[in-house]
């Protein structure tokens, strides 16, 4: 008989397990609060960003070492999936207005300093930033250019990620919330699972107490004068923030970063700066139509690093931050091990993260 | 030991709790410097609300005192009603008045910051003025009832340090009625030392630490270069004189290395 195994939390992590975990022989079933859409996801409001490099401006060198090493494992994943979903991997070009130049040069330094790749950064002149991108040769004088980064279709992704769960014909509890889960169980309703994995994020912070929201906030426009072909990320004294290029003229402008577990809708003053950024970016953006605004909250932990957590019948995996996209498929293989080799591992730490999955 | 207002403090740096990787690193700098009191945005770290309860509860967990500013404020009305929520959140009658006039440079407006800091004053707050290097300012915020005042050293986060050095020794020097503590612009320890050396009573710091490479090894080297400042300011600074007088006397020393000695 199939070893049985539920799955709290249909977001990024959940989906991508439940496909796995199904392949692997498991009999999965999947819990979430929310429905098939994916909208009670804060993987569905995340802009995809798969930056490792970038991201070194603020984020532990950790992330970058394990970040390299979880975007190689993505084009496996999306095989599993039965239908395409855009994996971009062109590059990341960084810019500043000219009284932002200090900061982006800070940035550039510090990114070189804790990179593992540094020979993967350059510096662009005016000319090799046109070749780049000859929409903003007119604004900047030069910029920075970070291979081998790029970014997912968040949105193509789940729902591809749904559709091969359907698919596969695994059971699907939507709209059911599990406040509090434990080893083997998810709540009175069901019997004992073999495994339980707690992929549910901000929705775990009645078991996690250290869990916190970090509010992100976004904009999608649609801008038929604007063409851009790699994410770019303009300097900004308190967030990143990127402009990341869909298809057909759609960007994606985000995102905030507030010590918030509000998940309301856009403030004025977000929407002000992140589409001023846009259009002190492009003038093109002017006419662009402000197609969506989101709001949601990253789940994270005091450091801001991910968390693995295994105890008999329990895993919880949550704290992934602003790095959802870009360390999903790594931790979720480092999770798939652990239940192949069945053997409970107390704590993985980011430490003992690398460790593990350099063996 | 000194005071500030109603509060007697060890450290002499304020630190902010914006901009750091990680609220864990946060607590980390924190500890390092050992500062007693930290600033927190309003706006943005809204402790009641449910919202930024977790959040909130790192900052209390440090033990220590909490000044909240009314950063964003663009009028005095604006800066006021904020001062009054912080007071209802927070349970402090602390407030580091912001009233801003440029929201790119965050450069203080002076006309707004008086209007304010006196309304507050009346209300029985401890107002902490963040503003200009300007004399007159300063003399009327005190003059309106401020036992504290903050003046910047260069533009916020631009860590250009003692730009206006000349006007900050000024008001030192004309000021003795009231606490002076020098808020933006310090981008290195050294910067820190000098502010302290000219008789400033303490330092607030936030971006030269949130974004250093290593934050709480920055908060350690800025209190340490705040304790040095203090201390040489304590100990009375040496006049600067234009020629070199030597310490050892010439008489004893041999021919040859007087004659090396000369230009």
């Given amino acids: 008989m199939k070893q049985t195994l539920a799955i709290v939390g249909a977001g990024l992590a959940g989906r991508m397990l439940a496909i796995r975990l199904a392949d692997d022989g498991w009999d999965v079933t999947l819990f979430d609060q929310g429905e098939r859409d994916g909208l009670e ?40 999936l039965p239908r395409p ?14 009284t932002d130049e200090p900061d982006l040069e800070r940035m550039a330094r510090r ?29 900047f004088q030069h910029g920075w250019f970070i291979e081998r980064e790029g970014h997912i279709d968040n949105r193509q992704l789940l729902e591809a990620l749904e559709a091969g769960i359907t698919h596969r014909s695994i059971t699907w509890h939507t709209t059911h919330p599990c406040p509090s889960i434990r080893p083997h169980h998810v709540d009175t309703d069901h019997p004992h699972y073999d495994w339980v994995i707690d992929c549910r994020g901000l929705g775990a912070q009645g078991d996690l107490p250290d869990l916190r929201g970090v509010r992100g906030e976004l904009l999608h426009l649609h801008a038929p004068e604007v063409s851009l ?24 402008i985000g995102a905030t970063e507030i010590e918030s577990d509000d998940r309301g809708p856009i403030t004025v003053r977000s929407a002000l700066e992140l589409l001023t950024a846009a259009y002190s970016l492009h003038s093109g953006f002017a006419e662009a139509h402000i197609v969506e605004a989101r709001a ?50 107390s704590l993985l730490e980011t430490n003992t993260l690398l460790e593990t999955t350099r063996t | 030991m000194w005071t500030l207002a109603d509060k007697t403090l060890n450290s002499r740096i304020l630190l902010g709790t914006a901009l750091y990787p990680s609220p864990r690193i946060m607590s980390d700098s924190i500890q390092a410097c050992a500062c007693d009191v930290v600033t927190v945005s309003l706006r943005r770290q809204s402790p009641l609300d449910k919202a930024g309860a977790r959040y909130w509860a790192l900052i209390q967990a440090l033990n220590v005192h909490v000044l909240p500013n009314t950063a964003g404020c663009r009028t005095a009305k604006e800066a006021v009603t904020t001062a009054k929520m912080a007071r209802d959140l927070f349970a402090t009658d602390w407030i580091k008045l912001e009233v801003i006039a440029d929201d790119y440079t965050l450069a203080p407006d002076p006309v707004g910051l008086v209007q304010a800091a006196a309304e507050l004053n ?79 009573d303490a330092v607030l710091l936030n971006s030269a630490v949130a974004l250093a490479d ?50």
């Fill in chain 1, 296 to 345: 949601d909250c990253r789940p994270a932990f005091p450091d801001n690093l991910p968390r693995v957590t295994c105890e008999p019948g329990l895993v919880r995996i949550n704290g992934l931050y602003r790095h959802g996209f870009l360390l999903a498929p790594l931790l979720l293989e480092t999770v798939c091990q652990t239940l192949a080799k069945s053997e409970a591992v």
């Fill in chain 1, 41 to 80: 996801s804060c993987s569905y409001t995340g802009a995809g960003m798969l930056a490792p490099q970038s991201e070194l401006d603020r984020a532990d060198p950790h992330i970058a070492e394990l970040g390299d090493r979880s975007i190689a494992l993505w084009p496996s994943v999306l095989t599993r």
């Fill in chain 2, 122 to 200: 009346r209300d029985g707050f401890t107002v902490l003025p963040y503003t200009t290097a300007d004399l007159d300012v300063a003399r009327q915020l005190v003059d309106v009832g401020c036992q504290v005042v903050m003046p910047w050293a260069s533009m916020i986060g631009s860590g250009q340090g003692l730009v206006e050095r000349d006007r900050l020794l000024r008001m030192r020097e004309t000021i003795t009625d009231a606490t002076l503590i020098v808020d933006a612009g310090l981008g290195k320890p050294s910067d820190a030392a000098q502010a302290m050396e000219l008789g400033f």
């Fill in chain 1, 229 to 252: 072909r790699h994410p770019i990320r303009l300097t900004h004294p308190r967030y990143p923030l990127y402009v990341v290029p869909r298809t057909d003229n759609l960007f994606v």
């Fill in chain 1, 111 to 139: 990114i070189l300093d804790r990179s593992p790749s540094p020979e993967r950064i350059r510096r662009l002149s005016a000319a090799e930033l046109g070749d780049l991108e000859p929409d903003l040769a007119t604004r």
């Fill in chain 1, 85 to 98: 979903v855009d994996l971009v991997m062109d590059g990341t070009v960084l810019v500043a207005h000219s």
């Fill in chain 2, 214 to 263: 290593d934050p709480p090894s920055m908060a350690k080297a800025f209190a340490q270069a705040v304790e040095a400042g203090r201390l040489g300011f304590e100990a009375g600074l040496m006049v600067p004189r234009d020629l070199a007088s030597p310490s050892t006397p010439t008489i004893g020393t041999p021919f040859w290395q007087q004659e090396t000695r000369q230009p």
